[in-house]
């Protein structure tokens, strides 16, 4: 029998019928039926009034309403915005000239890219005649930024629809900002955290490549049976790396620079952790002959460190990503492949960056139309564009963290290990700044480390001379 859903309205409606139906089966039977209560009569009610008609739309008086947001004004374009570019990599690249054209025929104006020193775009400003837009290396124009010689671009970001900074590495942001304000719109994500290696180095040698999750300890050994020769000059080195990068061992060693990278007041370079960084550097050199002495490299006329690594005489090598473009244009397909440097005492990764980024000067006549374009060739639109333009094989990664991680997992497939390299962004350290600074790395402490590498004087009495000399500059001696 097929159940039927009953609602309470229909169990009501049942109930009543029932009832009338008991009380005739009991009349049938010749039971006497109680008699039916006489019906209680109600009063009659008054009609209710008539509910008040509505009110017409006509009548109704209308209800203030918002005023439309006013649109934003057009940005006006001058006939040519003048972009200066200190180090020319970036417009020797065709794709990025591509991207730009495309923005010039959409906005209908020209853009004139000029190569540029920092001592020419400082000239510029101090005549009051600054380009529209400069490229700003993370280590430049410390004290043109200090005497506001460049605008704050918060408040740029703080209208821009399409682009947020979150968007953006926080230690790129961090690298071009001071006391707050935003300097440049930060373009690359250059990581000194990759290591190039050459597969048939270490097969002939029956070693294993070299993991990311090596220390320093286990490379050195690693190294010691990788480099051959002897000599003065070893016919193959373990390792080579520029020395100018030694600070990644000051870090991995427990140390650190300064007490403020921002604004550095005191130096501790002098501490324990640091010297046995720096004695590190010196050894690897000059005991323990992995890689190649000051002195190797002029003998064998090869005095940039990177350049061992294609000619074959180095198994292994500390680089930026930018160095796969070279491997690539090498004559004679060397094989290399990529990983990260070793891990600290800590068993932690300790990698300072690069970057560069683009500045509007306080003085620029056109600034706005110089945020439209910057904001757009460093936006999600212009990486897209460039990107899409480029030789495939470019290892060179955006400052917007989201297409950094896809290009990064695109490039895979030309450069295992790749997406490692978006990873060590998140063990980053930066380099000191501010113009004391600048002036006591200079005159001070690139000589005393200079005689460090020549191995011409011992390391803790040479750093703690320099420190002292250090602290007397930023203190303002």
């Excluded at 029932?18 to 039926?33: K, N």
């Excluded at 300064?258 to 050894?283: H, M, R, W, Y």
């Excluded at 904001?375 to 460039?386: E, T």
Aim: glycine content about 6%; some cysteine.
């Amino acid at each position: 029998m097929e159940m039927v859903p009953t609602s309470r309205r229909r169990l009501m409606a049942l109930g009543f019928a029932t009832a009338g139906i008991a009380g005739s089966l009991v009349a049938a039977c010749g039971g006497d039926a109680a008699p039916a209560a006489p019906a209680k009569a109600e009063p009659t009610k008054a009609a209710a009034p008539a509910a008040p008609a509505a009110p017409t739309a006509a009548a109704t008086a209308a209800a203030p309403t918002k005023a439309p947001e006013p649109a934003a004004a057009p940005v006006k374009f001058p006939d040519v915005l003048y972009v200066t570019t200190i180090n020319n990599f970036t417009t020797n690249d065709p794709a990025f000239l591509q991207a730009a054209d495309e923005f010039m025929a959409s906005r209908k104006v020209k853009i004139e890219f000029t190569p540029g020193s920092v001592q020419d775009v400082t000239a510029k400003i101090a005549a009051g005649t600054p380009p529209d837009v400069t490229r700003r290396d993370a280590a430049a124009f410390h004290k043109i930024v200090s005497e506001n010689g460049m605008r704050d671009l918060n408040p740029y970001f703080a209208k821009t629809k399409d682009m947020k900074i979150s968007d953006f590495y926080p230690h790129l942001l961090k690298m071009h900002t001071l006391q707050g304000k935003l300097y440049a719109i930060p373009e690359d994500f250059q990581p000194a955290s990759t290591m190039y290696y050459n597969p048939q180095i270490f097969e002939k040698a029956g070693e294993k490549p070299p993991t990311p999750d090596m220390n320093w300890t286990q490379f050195l050994d690693l190294a010691k049976r990788l480099t051959k020769g002897s000599g003065d000059v070893a016919e193959q080195y373990g390792f080579a790396f520029p020395k100018g990068w030694y600070e990644q061992f000051i870090y991995n060693f427990g140390g650190q620079m300064v007490d403020d990278v921002e604004n550095p007041t005191k130096c501790f370079l002098d501490s324990s952790q640091a010297i046995q960084g720096l004695e590190f550097v010196v050894d690897l050199q000059h005991k323990h002959r992995v890689m190649p002495t000051p002195e190797a490299m002029r003998t064998a006329n090869i005095t940039a460190e990177a350049n061992w690594f294609p000619a074959g005489r180095a198994a292994t090598l500390n680089q930026g990503t930018w160095f796969t473009g070279t491997l690539n244009l090498a004559k004679d397909n060397m094989p290399w492949a990529i990983t990260l440097m070793p891990k600290g005492q800590d068993g932690k990764w300790h990698y300072f960056t690069g970057g560069s980024g683009w500045a509007i000067p306080t003085g620029a006549k056109n600034p706005d139309a110089s945020w439209e374009w910057m904001s757009w060739q460093f936006g999600p639109a212009g990486w897209k564009s460039w990107l899409a333009k480029r030789d495939p094989k470019t290892f060179w990664l955006p400052a917007i963290k989201s297409i950094a991680a896809d290009e990064a997992k695109r490039l895979e497939k030309y450069y295992p290990n790749a997406s490692l390299v978006v990873q060590s962004a998140e063990h980053i350290f930066l380099r000191p700044g501010g113009a004391k600074w600048e002036k006591a790395n200079a005159e001070i402490l690139g000589p005393a480390l200079t005689s460090l590498w020549e191995n011409k004087a011992p390391v803790k009495a040479t750093i703690q001379e320099a420190v002292t000399r250090i602290n007397a500059v930023l203190a303002g001696g």
